[in-house]
């Protein structure tokens, strides 16, 4: 896929993605937000791929929000179904996205990187939902994620005010999983991601699929509901059921089945 507004790189089953606009610290407009839709559109039905990881270009900035400099294209609606970035509305994503923060994660930037599973962070990074400070608010998820994530009364201290915290802040609050020197981001999201490939990958999308289910549907629902999930289904009648025993058993790795 030719892409003006990212790179794309893959290696084995990892998809990297660089938003690549550094000359706006990475801000998004319209082409770029649905050049990014396609690209993760391309992922998600890839059997191949089993992993995104998504950074910013250079070390200022992961991506600093909507590019509100750049006149707004009327001829095409400001952001794909799937949402800012192609990610922040994909609210049936199968496949694990880990977010490599390597600088300032402000506005859409931190709401595509809450909509990751999986926030890895610079040192140097830092994050904000800071539309009200432009006579905006979070309206591509951010509200409705901080609050899942904090709980309401620590997510109004951060939305109320619109302020930016540091990555370590981020990390104390349970946003960001580790917090890593910038040399070293790539790196670690890397390892992330082999570790994530230890894993079957139908268990990996079966598991997020139950996850979903209990967000959506609470915590009885979600139980009695799970094995009628399509991807809970195709995980206890698909191979990787069958081989991770198999291996286990004979001492040896398992070799996982791209998922269907």
Not at 9 to 17: P, Q, R
Not at 49 to 70: E, M, N, P, Q, S
Request: aromatic letters at 6%; charged letters at 25%; glycine letters at 8%.
């Amino acid at each position: 896929m030719q892409t003006e507004f990212c790179t794309v790189e893959t290696d084995g089953h990892v998809m990297i993605v660089t938003l690549n606009r550094p000359e706006v610290r990475n801000a998004l407009h319209a082409d770029a937000s649905h050049e990014l839709g396609a690209v993760f559109d391309a992922f998600e039905a890839d059997p191949d791929l089993w992993i995104a990881i998504v950074t910013g270009a250079g070390d200022k900035a992961f991506c600093a929000g909507a590019d509100l400099r750049t006149p707004m294209d009327r001829s095409k609606p400001p952001v794909p179904e799937s949402g800012f970035a192609g990610l922040v509305w994909r609210f049936d994503r199968k496949k694990p996205v880990i977010a490599a923060v390597n600088g300032q994660a402000m506005g859409g930037g931190f709401e595509t990187a809450l909509a990751s599973d999986i926030i890895i962070a610079a040192d140097s990074a830092t994050f904000g939902l800071t539309e009200p400070r432009v006579g905006l608010a979070a309206l591509g998820g951010g509200i409705q994620r901080i609050v899942q994530e904090l709980g309401p009364k620590r997510a109004h201290a951060l939305l109320l005010t619109a302020k930016k915290i540091t990555a370590q802040e981020a990390a104390d609050l349970g946003l960001v999983a580790e917090v890593v020197p910038a040399d070293e981001l790539l790196a670690t999201a890397r390892r992330w991601a082999d570790e994530i490939l230890e894993c079957s990958p139908a268990s990996i999308m079966a598991t997020k699929a139950v996850i979903r289910s209990y967000v959506n549907e609470g915590l009885e629902a979600s139980n009695k509901g799970m094995f009628a999930i399509p991807e809970v289904k195709g995980l206890l009648t698909g191979p990787d059921a069958r081989e991770g025993p198999k291996a286990f058993a004979e001492k040896r790795k398992p070799q996982w089945a791209n998922p269907a």
